[in-house]
Protein backbone atom coordinates (compact mmCIF):
# COMPACT_ATOMS: atom_id res chain seq x y z
CA UNK A 1 0.00 0.00 0.00
CA UNK A 2 1.46 3.48 -1.15
CA UNK A 3 2.47 5.88 2.09
CA UNK A 4 -0.02 7.76 3.44
CA UNK A 5 -0.49 11.58 1.67
CA UNK A 6 -3.49 12.76 4.34
CA UNK A 7 -2.72 12.24 8.30
CA UNK A 8 -6.40 12.06 10.09
CA UNK A 9 -7.59 11.97 13.43
CA UNK A 10 -9.25 9.10 14.33
CA UNK A 11 -11.03 10.25 17.48
CA UNK A 12 -12.25 13.75 15.59
CA UNK A 13 -13.86 12.08 12.81
CA UNK A 14 -15.51 9.06 14.84
CA UNK A 15 -16.95 11.94 17.13
CA UNK A 16 -18.10 14.02 13.94
CA UNK A 17 -19.61 10.71 12.29
CA UNK A 18 -21.48 9.91 15.70
CA UNK A 19 -22.99 13.79 15.65
CA UNK A 20 -24.08 13.62 12.22
CA UNK A 21 -23.98 11.01 9.93
CA UNK A 22 -26.78 8.24 9.58
CA UNK A 23 -25.55 4.94 8.49
CA UNK A 24 -27.58 2.42 6.48
CA UNK A 25 -28.70 -1.05 8.28
CA UNK A 26 -27.46 1.10 11.72
CA UNK A 27 -28.83 1.45 14.99
CA UNK A 28 -27.33 4.80 15.44
CA UNK A 29 -27.10 4.85 19.18
CA UNK A 30 -24.96 1.18 18.92
CA UNK A 31 -22.75 2.88 16.77
CA UNK A 32 -22.71 5.97 18.08
CA UNK A 33 -21.40 4.44 21.76
CA UNK A 34 -18.37 1.70 19.97
CA UNK A 35 -17.23 4.50 17.57
CA UNK A 36 -17.58 3.80 13.60
CA UNK A 37 -14.47 2.15 11.99
CA UNK A 38 -12.50 5.15 9.32
CA UNK A 39 -11.38 3.38 6.45
CA UNK A 40 -8.54 6.23 4.55
CA UNK A 41 -6.96 4.66 2.04
CA UNK A 42 -6.99 1.07 -0.02
CA UNK A 43 -5.18 -0.41 -2.67
CA UNK A 44 -5.23 -3.99 -4.13
CA UNK A 45 -7.67 -6.32 -2.14
CA UNK A 46 -6.29 -4.73 0.92
CA UNK A 47 -7.95 -1.49 3.11
CA UNK A 48 -6.87 0.48 5.85
CA UNK A 49 -8.13 2.38 9.02
CA UNK A 50 -7.41 5.56 10.40
CA UNK A 51 -5.60 4.04 12.77
CA UNK A 52 -3.35 2.58 11.01
CA UNK A 53 -5.23 -1.38 10.80
CA UNK A 54 -4.04 -2.96 7.26
CA UNK A 55 -7.36 -5.32 6.48
CA UNK A 56 -7.57 -7.80 4.11
CA UNK A 57 -10.97 -7.00 2.37
CA UNK A 58 -12.70 -10.12 1.59
CA UNK A 59 -15.52 -8.00 0.70
CA UNK A 60 -14.47 -6.42 -1.80
CA UNK A 61 -16.29 -3.16 -0.12
CA UNK A 62 -19.86 -4.37 -0.59
CA UNK A 63 -19.83 -6.83 -2.88
CA UNK A 64 -18.25 -4.64 -5.36
CA UNK A 65 -14.60 -3.92 -6.24
CA UNK A 66 -13.94 -6.40 -8.45
CA UNK A 67 -10.49 -5.31 -9.80
CA UNK A 68 -9.40 -4.06 -6.72
CA UNK A 69 -8.09 -0.74 -5.38
CA UNK A 70 -6.02 2.16 -6.41
CA UNK A 71 -6.71 0.83 -10.43
CA UNK A 72 -5.17 4.24 -12.14
CA UNK A 73 -6.81 3.12 -15.15
CA UNK A 74 -10.90 4.02 -13.69
CA UNK A 75 -8.92 6.67 -11.93
CA UNK A 76 -7.64 8.63 -15.11
CA UNK A 77 -11.19 7.53 -17.07
CA UNK A 78 -13.24 9.53 -13.94
CA UNK A 79 -10.46 12.58 -14.25
CA UNK A 80 -10.86 13.12 -18.55
CA UNK A 81 -14.19 13.19 -18.62
CA UNK A 82 -14.87 15.35 -15.96
CA UNK A 83 -12.70 17.48 -17.55
CA UNK A 84 -14.64 17.24 -21.01
CA UNK A 85 -18.30 16.86 -19.56
CA UNK A 86 -18.48 16.13 -16.14
CA UNK A 87 -22.32 16.16 -16.02
CA UNK A 88 -25.20 16.17 -19.00
CA UNK A 89 -28.94 14.62 -18.80
CA UNK A 90 -30.19 11.74 -20.55
CA UNK A 91 -33.16 13.61 -20.61
CA UNK A 92 -34.98 16.11 -23.51
CA UNK A 93 -33.16 13.82 -26.62
CA UNK A 94 -30.20 14.26 -25.11
CA UNK A 95 -27.14 11.37 -24.82
CA UNK A 96 -23.42 11.45 -24.10
CA UNK A 97 -20.55 9.60 -25.79
CA UNK A 98 -20.05 7.60 -22.62
CA UNK A 99 -23.37 6.36 -21.98
CA UNK A 100 -23.94 5.59 -25.14
CA UNK A 101 -20.90 3.70 -25.65
CA UNK A 102 -21.64 1.98 -22.65
CA UNK A 103 -25.31 0.28 -23.49
CA UNK A 104 -23.43 -0.80 -26.80
CA UNK A 105 -21.12 -2.61 -24.83
CA UNK A 106 -23.21 -4.03 -22.43
CA UNK A 107 -25.64 -5.09 -25.44
CA UNK A 108 -22.70 -7.07 -26.67
CA UNK A 109 -21.91 -8.44 -23.33
CA UNK A 110 -25.18 -10.07 -22.60
CA UNK A 111 -27.24 -12.45 -24.37
CA UNK A 112 -27.92 -11.72 -28.30
CA UNK A 113 -31.45 -9.63 -28.65
CA UNK A 114 -30.83 -8.33 -24.99
CA UNK A 115 -30.26 -4.82 -26.41
CA UNK A 116 -32.26 -2.25 -24.43
CA UNK A 117 -30.67 -0.74 -21.65
CA UNK A 118 -32.07 1.89 -18.94
CA UNK A 119 -28.87 3.46 -16.87
CA UNK A 120 -29.75 4.51 -13.08
CA UNK A 121 -27.25 5.10 -9.72
CA UNK A 122 -27.87 1.87 -7.62
CA UNK A 123 -29.05 -1.86 -7.41
CA UNK A 124 -32.22 -0.61 -5.43
CA UNK A 125 -33.27 2.01 -8.01
CA UNK A 126 -32.80 -0.32 -10.64
CA UNK A 127 -34.83 -2.75 -9.20
CA UNK A 128 -37.38 0.01 -8.95
CA UNK A 129 -37.03 0.79 -12.40
CA UNK A 130 -37.37 -3.18 -13.52
CA UNK A 131 -40.47 -3.28 -11.49
CA UNK A 132 -42.18 -0.52 -12.97
CA UNK A 133 -41.08 -1.34 -16.31
CA UNK A 134 -42.59 -4.84 -15.77
CA UNK A 135 -46.24 -3.26 -14.82
CA UNK A 136 -45.56 -0.74 -17.75
CA UNK A 137 -44.98 -3.89 -20.48
CA UNK A 138 -48.25 -5.57 -19.09
CA UNK A 139 -50.37 -2.93 -19.71
CA UNK A 140 -49.12 -2.53 -23.01
CA UNK A 141 -50.18 -5.46 -23.66
CA UNK A 142 -53.68 -4.46 -22.58
CA UNK A 143 -53.05 -6.92 -19.19
CA UNK A 144 -53.46 -4.82 -16.52
CA UNK A 145 -54.46 -7.46 -14.41
CA UNK A 146 -50.60 -9.14 -14.11
CA UNK A 147 -49.23 -7.21 -11.84
CA UNK A 148 -48.26 -9.38 -8.50
CA UNK A 149 -44.42 -10.72 -8.46
CA UNK A 150 -42.87 -12.87 -6.68
CA UNK A 151 -39.49 -13.10 -4.57
CA UNK A 152 -37.83 -15.10 -2.37
CA UNK A 153 -38.20 -14.85 1.60
CA UNK A 154 -34.26 -14.63 1.63
CA UNK A 155 -33.60 -12.23 -1.25
CA UNK A 156 -32.30 -8.61 -1.25
CA UNK A 157 -33.35 -6.32 -3.98
CA UNK A 158 -32.50 -3.18 -2.23
CA UNK A 159 -34.55 -0.26 0.06
CA UNK A 160 -36.50 1.64 -2.03
CA UNK A 161 -40.42 1.32 -1.58
CA UNK A 162 -40.38 -1.36 -4.62
CA UNK A 163 -36.85 -3.12 -3.92
CA UNK A 164 -37.57 -3.23 -0.56
CA UNK A 165 -40.96 -5.22 -0.95
CA UNK A 166 -39.22 -7.40 -3.23
CA UNK A 167 -36.77 -8.12 -0.18
CA UNK A 168 -37.94 -10.56 1.84
CA UNK A 169 -36.00 -9.72 5.05
CA UNK A 170 -37.99 -8.86 7.87
CA UNK A 171 -35.63 -6.16 9.48
CA UNK A 172 -36.54 -4.49 5.88
CA UNK A 173 -40.30 -4.73 5.87
CA UNK A 174 -41.47 -4.46 9.40
CA UNK A 175 -40.06 -0.63 10.81
CA UNK A 176 -41.32 0.41 7.36
CA UNK A 177 -44.64 -0.87 6.83
CA UNK A 178 -43.33 -2.69 3.90
CA UNK A 179 -43.87 -5.52 1.68
CA UNK A 180 -46.61 -3.10 -0.71
CA UNK A 181 -49.45 -5.19 -2.02
CA UNK A 182 -48.71 -6.99 -5.21
CA UNK A 183 -45.35 -8.56 -3.69
CA UNK A 184 -45.10 -12.43 -2.57
CA UNK A 185 -42.34 -14.36 -1.19
CA UNK A 186 -41.50 -18.04 -1.35
CA UNK A 187 -39.26 -20.09 0.19
CA UNK A 188 -35.18 -20.52 -0.53
CA UNK A 189 -33.59 -22.88 -2.38
CA UNK A 190 -31.42 -23.63 0.90
CA UNK A 191 -30.46 -27.16 0.87
CA UNK A 192 -28.19 -27.11 3.91
CA UNK A 193 -30.91 -25.33 6.14
CA UNK A 194 -34.25 -27.24 4.67
CA UNK A 195 -33.41 -29.47 2.71
CA UNK A 196 -33.82 -32.31 5.22
CA UNK A 197 -32.63 -35.96 3.84
CA UNK A 198 -33.22 -35.20 -0.28
CA UNK A 199 -30.31 -35.23 -2.14
CA UNK A 200 -29.55 -31.46 -3.93
CA UNK A 201 -31.10 -31.52 -6.98
CA UNK A 202 -34.50 -33.41 -5.56
CA UNK A 203 -34.34 -30.34 -3.18
CA UNK A 204 -33.52 -27.45 -6.09
CA UNK A 205 -37.04 -29.05 -8.10
CA UNK A 206 -38.82 -29.22 -4.56
CA UNK A 207 -37.85 -25.63 -3.88
CA UNK A 208 -38.99 -24.52 -7.51
CA UNK A 209 -42.07 -26.32 -7.25
CA UNK A 210 -43.27 -23.43 -4.96
CA UNK A 211 -43.03 -21.16 -7.43
CA UNK A 212 -45.51 -22.84 -9.16
CA UNK A 213 -47.79 -23.74 -6.02
CA UNK A 214 -47.92 -19.66 -5.64
CA UNK A 215 -48.36 -18.74 -9.28
CA UNK A 216 -51.42 -21.36 -8.98
CA UNK A 217 -52.66 -19.72 -5.79
CA UNK A 218 -52.83 -16.21 -7.48
CA UNK A 219 -53.61 -17.32 -10.47
CA UNK A 220 -51.33 -17.32 -13.24
CA UNK A 221 -53.34 -14.38 -15.02
CA UNK A 222 -52.13 -12.15 -12.25
CA UNK A 223 -48.64 -12.99 -11.80
CA UNK A 224 -46.49 -10.23 -13.73
CA UNK A 225 -42.89 -11.69 -13.22
CA UNK A 226 -40.31 -14.06 -10.54
CA UNK A 227 -37.32 -12.23 -9.35
CA UNK A 228 -34.47 -13.71 -8.39
CA UNK A 229 -30.82 -13.15 -7.30
CA UNK A 230 -28.40 -16.11 -9.43
CA UNK A 231 -26.98 -17.11 -5.41
CA UNK A 232 -28.85 -14.97 -3.05
CA UNK A 233 -25.86 -12.90 -1.81
CA UNK A 234 -26.97 -10.73 1.39
CA UNK A 235 -29.83 -13.23 2.52
CA UNK A 236 -26.89 -15.68 3.17
CA UNK A 237 -24.89 -16.69 0.39
CA UNK A 238 -27.63 -19.20 -0.86
CA UNK A 239 -26.22 -21.14 -3.87
CA UNK A 240 -29.05 -23.45 -5.39
CA UNK A 241 -28.85 -26.86 -6.59
CA UNK A 242 -28.04 -27.43 -9.91
CA UNK A 243 -31.75 -28.44 -10.74
CA UNK A 244 -33.07 -25.08 -9.37
CA UNK A 245 -32.57 -22.47 -11.87
CA UNK A 246 -33.72 -24.80 -15.18
CA UNK A 247 -36.78 -25.52 -13.36
CA UNK A 248 -37.83 -22.16 -12.02
CA UNK A 249 -37.17 -20.90 -15.67
CA UNK A 250 -39.57 -23.87 -17.22
CA UNK A 251 -42.26 -22.94 -14.90
CA UNK A 252 -42.08 -19.08 -15.98
CA UNK A 253 -42.15 -20.07 -19.85
CA UNK A 254 -45.50 -21.86 -18.57
CA UNK A 255 -47.52 -19.49 -17.01
CA UNK A 256 -46.31 -16.59 -19.12
CA UNK A 257 -44.29 -15.11 -15.84
CA UNK A 258 -41.62 -13.01 -16.75
CA UNK A 259 -37.93 -13.96 -15.26
CA UNK A 260 -35.65 -10.98 -13.73
CA UNK A 261 -32.56 -11.88 -12.88
CA UNK A 262 -31.02 -9.56 -10.13
CA UNK A 263 -27.11 -9.84 -11.12
CA UNK A 264 -26.27 -6.95 -8.81
CA UNK A 265 -23.88 -8.58 -7.06
CA UNK A 266 -23.27 -11.62 -8.99
CA UNK A 267 -23.01 -9.68 -12.40
CA UNK A 268 -18.91 -8.77 -13.89
CA UNK A 269 -17.28 -12.20 -12.78
CA UNK A 270 -18.26 -12.63 -9.34
CA UNK A 271 -19.29 -16.33 -10.74
CA UNK A 272 -16.89 -17.18 -12.84
CA UNK A 273 -18.77 -16.27 -15.95
CA UNK A 274 -19.62 -12.51 -16.60
CA UNK A 275 -22.94 -13.17 -15.42
CA UNK A 276 -24.90 -15.39 -12.60
CA UNK A 277 -27.69 -16.97 -14.70
CA UNK A 278 -24.84 -17.91 -17.09
CA UNK A 279 -23.10 -20.11 -14.48
CA UNK A 280 -26.71 -21.87 -13.47
CA UNK A 281 -28.21 -21.83 -17.20
CA UNK A 282 -31.06 -19.90 -17.48
CA UNK A 283 -32.04 -16.90 -20.05
CA UNK A 284 -34.08 -14.06 -18.02
CA UNK A 285 -36.40 -11.18 -19.77
CA UNK A 286 -34.69 -8.83 -17.37
CA UNK A 287 -31.19 -8.08 -16.05
CA UNK A 288 -30.99 -5.89 -13.38
CA UNK A 289 -27.10 -4.92 -12.75
CA UNK A 290 -25.25 -2.40 -10.77
CA UNK A 291 -21.84 -2.93 -7.91
CA UNK A 292 -19.27 -4.55 -10.23
CA UNK A 293 -20.34 -2.85 -13.50
CA UNK A 294 -17.81 0.37 -12.47
CA UNK A 295 -15.90 -1.90 -9.51
CA UNK A 296 -17.59 0.66 -7.28
CA UNK A 297 -15.68 3.22 -8.48
CA UNK A 298 -18.09 4.92 -9.29
CA UNK A 299 -21.90 4.65 -8.40
CA UNK A 300 -24.35 3.44 -11.33
CA UNK A 301 -26.39 0.81 -12.54
CA UNK A 302 -28.20 -0.69 -15.13
CA UNK A 303 -31.45 -2.71 -16.23
CA UNK A 304 -31.64 -4.61 -19.80
CA UNK A 305 -34.19 -5.68 -21.27
CA UNK A 306 -34.29 -8.91 -23.71
CA UNK A 307 -36.02 -8.97 -26.81
CA UNK A 308 -39.60 -9.00 -25.82
CA UNK A 309 -40.06 -6.40 -23.29
CA UNK A 310 -37.36 -4.39 -24.70
CA UNK A 311 -38.80 -4.03 -28.37
CA UNK A 312 -42.47 -3.53 -26.46
CA UNK A 313 -40.87 -0.70 -24.40
CA UNK A 314 -38.81 0.35 -27.50
CA UNK A 315 -42.40 0.87 -29.63
CA UNK A 316 -44.46 1.96 -27.19
CA UNK A 317 -46.81 5.39 -28.03
CA UNK A 318 -47.19 5.70 -24.34
CA UNK A 319 -44.56 7.91 -22.77
CA UNK A 320 -42.07 6.03 -20.64
CA UNK A 321 -42.41 8.63 -18.09
CA UNK A 322 -39.36 7.69 -15.77
CA UNK A 323 -36.54 8.74 -15.22
CA UNK A 324 -33.60 10.09 -12.65
CA UNK A 325 -31.42 13.07 -12.84
CA UNK A 326 -28.12 10.96 -13.26
CA UNK A 327 -29.13 8.26 -15.03
CA UNK A 328 -26.51 7.66 -17.52
CA UNK A 329 -24.08 10.08 -15.79
CA UNK A 330 -21.27 10.46 -18.36
CA UNK A 331 -18.76 9.82 -15.30
CA UNK A 332 -20.28 7.36 -14.41
CA UNK A 333 -20.41 5.36 -17.22
CA UNK A 334 -16.82 6.67 -18.64
CA UNK A 335 -15.48 5.09 -15.58
CA UNK A 336 -17.64 1.67 -16.04
CA UNK A 337 -16.30 1.63 -19.39
CA UNK A 338 -13.06 1.44 -18.43
CA UNK A 339 -13.38 -1.03 -15.84
CA UNK A 340 -15.37 -3.26 -18.33
CA UNK A 341 -12.39 -2.88 -20.72
CA UNK A 342 -9.56 -3.61 -17.97
CA UNK A 343 -11.68 -6.66 -17.00
CA UNK A 344 -11.18 -7.84 -20.35
CA UNK A 345 -7.74 -7.36 -20.40
CA UNK A 346 -7.19 -9.21 -17.29
CA UNK A 347 -9.09 -12.18 -17.81
CA UNK A 348 -11.11 -11.63 -14.55
CA UNK A 349 -14.83 -12.34 -16.29
CA UNK A 350 -13.79 -15.57 -16.33
CA UNK A 351 -10.76 -15.83 -13.29
CA UNK A 352 -13.24 -17.34 -11.01
CA UNK A 353 -14.08 -20.76 -12.68
CA UNK A 354 -10.41 -21.42 -14.03
CA UNK A 355 -6.82 -22.64 -11.31
CA UNK A 356 -7.33 -19.53 -9.01
CA UNK A 357 -11.14 -20.19 -8.24
CA UNK A 358 -10.17 -23.74 -8.17
CA UNK A 359 -7.28 -22.56 -5.35
CA UNK A 360 -9.62 -20.14 -3.41
CA UNK A 361 -12.88 -23.02 -3.31
CA UNK A 362 -9.78 -26.05 -2.46
CA UNK A 363 -8.61 -23.55 0.75
CA UNK A 364 -12.32 -22.59 1.98
CA UNK A 365 -13.46 -25.88 1.81
CA UNK A 366 -11.11 -27.01 4.00
CA UNK A 367 -12.46 -25.18 6.47
CA UNK A 368 -15.52 -27.41 6.95
CA UNK A 369 -13.27 -30.10 9.25
CA UNK A 370 -13.63 -27.18 11.62
CA UNK A 371 -15.87 -28.08 15.03
CA UNK A 372 -18.31 -25.00 14.05
CA UNK A 373 -18.32 -25.26 10.75
CA UNK A 374 -21.24 -26.92 9.57
CA UNK A 375 -21.15 -26.40 5.48
CA UNK A 376 -19.14 -24.22 3.23
CA UNK A 377 -20.67 -23.14 0.07
CA UNK A 378 -18.47 -21.67 -2.78
CA UNK A 379 -19.16 -20.33 -6.32
CA UNK A 380 -16.76 -18.50 -8.09
CA UNK A 381 -15.30 -15.87 -5.59
CA UNK A 382 -18.50 -15.69 -3.71
CA UNK A 383 -18.76 -18.15 -0.26
CA UNK A 384 -20.68 -18.83 2.61
CA UNK A 385 -19.05 -20.17 5.67
CA UNK A 386 -22.23 -21.91 7.84
CA UNK A 387 -21.49 -21.63 11.52
CA UNK A 388 -23.51 -24.29 13.69
CA UNK A 389 -23.57 -25.50 17.62
CA UNK A 390 -23.78 -29.25 16.10
CA UNK A 391 -22.32 -30.38 12.48
CA UNK A 392 -24.67 -33.36 13.09
CA UNK A 393 -27.74 -32.12 13.47
CA UNK A 394 -27.23 -29.35 11.29
CA UNK A 395 -28.35 -27.06 14.78
CA UNK A 396 -27.94 -23.57 14.83
CA UNK A 397 -26.72 -21.34 17.55
CA UNK A 398 -29.61 -19.57 19.49
CA UNK A 399 -30.50 -16.36 17.73
CA UNK A 400 -29.40 -14.17 21.12
CA UNK A 401 -26.24 -15.27 21.34
CA UNK A 402 -24.84 -13.65 17.99
CA UNK A 403 -22.47 -15.88 16.97
CA UNK A 404 -21.62 -14.33 13.44
CA UNK A 405 -21.29 -10.80 14.44
CA UNK A 406 -18.67 -11.80 17.31
CA UNK A 407 -17.07 -13.88 14.38
CA UNK A 408 -16.61 -10.86 12.48
CA UNK A 409 -15.18 -9.17 14.81
CA UNK A 410 -12.65 -11.58 15.87
CA UNK A 411 -11.84 -11.58 11.98
CA UNK A 412 -11.27 -7.90 11.89
CA UNK A 413 -8.42 -8.18 14.83
CA UNK A 414 -7.11 -10.98 12.70
CA UNK A 415 -6.79 -8.87 9.50
CA UNK A 416 -9.53 -10.30 7.55
CA UNK A 417 -13.10 -8.08 6.70
CA UNK A 418 -15.46 -10.88 6.73
CA UNK A 419 -19.44 -10.73 6.86
CA UNK A 420 -22.08 -11.57 8.96
CA UNK A 421 -25.47 -12.77 7.84
CA UNK A 422 -26.83 -14.43 10.83
CA UNK A 423 -24.34 -16.64 11.53
CA UNK A 424 -23.48 -17.45 7.99
CA UNK A 425 -19.80 -16.00 7.58
CA UNK A 426 -20.10 -14.61 3.50
CA UNK A 427 -16.88 -13.75 0.98
CA UNK A 428 -16.28 -12.12 -2.06
CA UNK A 429 -13.04 -10.39 -2.17
CA UNK A 430 -12.06 -8.95 -5.43
CA UNK A 431 -11.37 -10.84 -8.02
CA UNK A 432 -7.47 -10.18 -8.62
CA UNK A 433 -6.66 -12.02 -5.12
CA UNK A 434 -3.16 -13.75 -5.40
CA UNK A 435 -3.07 -17.19 -4.10
CA UNK A 436 -0.73 -15.76 -1.10
CA UNK A 437 -3.76 -13.44 -0.38
CA UNK A 438 -6.02 -17.13 -0.58
CA UNK A 439 -3.74 -18.16 1.91
CA UNK A 440 -3.71 -15.18 4.44
CA UNK A 441 -7.48 -15.26 4.04
CA UNK A 442 -8.07 -19.09 4.89
CA UNK A 443 -5.73 -18.87 7.59
CA UNK A 444 -7.08 -15.71 9.13
CA UNK A 445 -10.59 -17.46 8.86
CA UNK A 446 -9.07 -20.80 10.93
CA UNK A 447 -8.04 -17.78 13.12
CA UNK A 448 -11.09 -16.54 13.60
CA UNK A 449 -12.98 -19.58 14.09
CA UNK A 450 -10.31 -20.75 16.21
CA UNK A 451 -10.79 -18.39 19.04
CA UNK A 452 -14.60 -18.31 18.34
CA UNK A 453 -14.54 -22.22 19.42
CA UNK A 454 -12.60 -20.77 22.43
CA UNK A 455 -14.43 -18.09 23.71
CA UNK A 456 -18.55 -20.31 23.37
CA UNK A 457 -16.67 -23.30 25.30
CA UNK A 458 -16.04 -20.55 28.24
Keep these: MSAATTSYDPAQLQALDAAHHLHPFTVHHELARRGSRVVVRAEGAWIETADGRRLLDGMAGLWCVNVGYGREELVEAGCEQLRELPYY ?26 TRIFFGCSGSDANDTAIKSVWYYWNLQGRPEKKHIISRRSAYHGTGLGSGSLTGLANVHGPFDLPLARFHHIGDPHWYRDGGELDPDAFGRLAASWLEAKILELGPE ?8 PIQ ?19 CRRY ?20 GFETFGFTPDIVVMAKGLSSGYQPISAVAFGPRVGEALFHADVEYAHGITYAGHPV ?30 EHLMALEDHPLVGEVRVCGFLAGIELVADKASRRLFPR ?31 LTLSEEEMDFLAAAARRTFDRLAAELRD
Design 89 to 114: NTFFQCTTPPATELAAELARLLPLGM
Design 222 to 229: KVAAFWGE
Design 233 to 251: GAGGAIIPPASYWPEIQRI
Design 256 to 275: DVLLVADEVITGFGRTGRTF
Design 332 to 361: ACRVALANLRLMAQEGLFTRASGPAGAYFR
Design 400 to 430: ERQVGLRARELAIEEGLVMRAVGDTMILAPP
